[in-house]
């Protein structure tokens, strides 16, 4: 059976996100200066993180710059993490998860 190193799980994991988002990946996983995130889509620009651990901390600097670069391209900021058993969560500021519940509650009461 074939291990699959960190770099590959990574990489199998930004085509997962960018699959389940309905993005598009980065060249070089935001490699280049002018193309941040791993992923991005009309309204969200996506960085995937991937961990053995039951844990995964959220730095100030992992944070601030992934918002300074969404906000660079008008885009909302959503951290995608995987944790050691599987389970998957994303996370955003409070203030855009309050935008992004305001305008799904408004679009619900107009339909």
Known sequence: MRVINRLEKAKLKEKKDG???KATLQPRSG????????AKSEYFLFDSKDTKHKSY??????WEKLYSEALHQRRLPVLSIQLGNGTEVVVLSKADFIYI??????????S
Not at 32 to 38: H, S, T
Not at 101 to 110: A, G, N, Q
Request: hydrophobic share 35%; proline share 4%; glycine share 12%.
């Open 19 to 21: 699959k389940d988002f």
């Open 31 to 38: 490699g280049f200066y002018n193309m941040p995130g791993d």
């Open 57 to 62: 901390s959220i730095t100030e600097g992992v």
């Open 101 to 110: 519940k305001d305008c799904f509650e408004k679009y619900l009461l107009i």
